[in-house]
């Protein structure tokens, strides 16, 4: 019966919190107590409520509080827009720390906590990237990804997630995201790899999983992820070419120039509802080549899951 428990409890947790209070109060050991739940809270300070979300959104509200404050909008936008430029070189990153929060009880990165980090790396793509077609209203979800870990990110270490455009096709936009470390000394990683080989030659003991080795960037890599969004208005989807287009990249100005006068006119968000499909010159042909290699294997990548989610 829950009655006399429910009382007895109300009796005795007053006194076993005082006795507790009072020991903690009078043994030695009551600071280093404090000392260590302060650090515990302090070093999981990431994973506080909102804390996420206020590094998820920091850099899309700093880009529309620049805006808001500049003289000259249509400057800003311009001087902050992909004008002219070549989606695959656009390289996008973000540093990060693999703090206890992130780390599993192995101590190294949760593979969860590569899927929560890479979100941010997104949001930082739609900003330096997508705001005009952001601006519009539009967004870019995610509609699938895929990790390949190569080897662990251990705890307390310092990585950097790096994107780049892999691909597009009609509807999907495919994002390749590299897990770095720079490797304190990467002159003494090298050497201790070819000592390792070295020696594993001399005793014909070629390890079966060998460590990964430093890149001639001077980074190690942890993971590979291939995303795939699409771009949405409303419950729209804009191809990823008129997306891009918009935006401003391209071999030249064209579409900047061609997107800030609808943006001027107030036409865009008509253009990107559909009035795309009667308008020519939005194919992106300087980048075909580059984009029919990437979709070659984001396509193969995703055959399979496809086939399991039609
Ligand atoms: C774009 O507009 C600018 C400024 O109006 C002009 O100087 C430039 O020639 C235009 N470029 C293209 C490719 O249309």
């Known amino acids: 019966m829950p009655g006399p428990s ?8 007053p006194v076993a919190f005082g006795l507790l209070r009072r020991a903690l109060h009078f043994s030695s050991l009551y600071k280093q107590f404090y000392i260590i739940i302060a650090t515990l809270l302090f070093i999981n300070i990431r994973s506080f409520p909102l804390v996420w979300h206020v590094r998820l959104l920091r850099h899309l509200i700093g880009w529309n509080l620049r805006r808001a404050l500049s003289m000259d909008v249509t400057k800003y936008m311009e001087e902050t827009s992909p004008v002219a430029q070549d989606p695959f070189k656009k390289e996008v990153s973000h540093s990060y720390w693999a703090g206890p929060d992130d780390c599993d009880f192995l101590g190294h990165l949760s593979n969860s906590a590569y899927a929560k980090n ?14 005009p077609f952001m601006l519009q209203g539009g967004f870019m979800p995610l509609a699938g990804a895929d990790y390949a870990y190569l080897s662990e990110i251990p705890l307390f ?3 950097e997630v790096r994107a780049n455009v892999a691909g597009w096709d009609d509807k999907w936009i495919y994002l390749y995201s590299e897990f770095v470390t720079r490797p304190q000394s990467s002159k003494a990683a090298k ?13 014909l003991d070629v ?6 080795s430093v890149r001639p960037d001077g980074t190690v890599l942890h ?9 949405k208005l409303g419950r729209l989807t804009v191809p990823p070419r008129i997306a891009l287009g918009v935006c401003g990249f391209g071999e030249d100005r064209t579409n900047w120039n061609r997107s800030a006068a609808m943006q001027a006119q107030g036409t865009l968000r008509r253009f990107l509802e559909g009035g795309w499909r009667d308008q020519k010159g939005w194919d992106l042909p300087e980048f075909e080549e580059q984009r029919r290699a990437g979709m070659e294997w984001c396509r ?3 055959l399979g899951i496809n086939a399991a989610a039609p």
């Open 6 to 13: 429910v009382s007895k409890f109300t009796q005795v947790a």
């Open 118 to 131: 890479l979100d941010i790396v997104r949001m930082k793509v739609c900003v330096s990237n997508l705001r």
């Open 157 to 159: 270490s310092y990585y």
């Open 191 to 203: 050497r201790l790899e070819i000592a390792t080989e070295t020696a594993a030659q001399m005793t």
């Open 207 to 212: 390890p079966k999983h060998k460590p990964r």
């Open 223 to 231: 993971c590979v992820a291939i995303s795939r969004y699409c771009f």
């Open 300 to 302: 193969q990548l995703t």
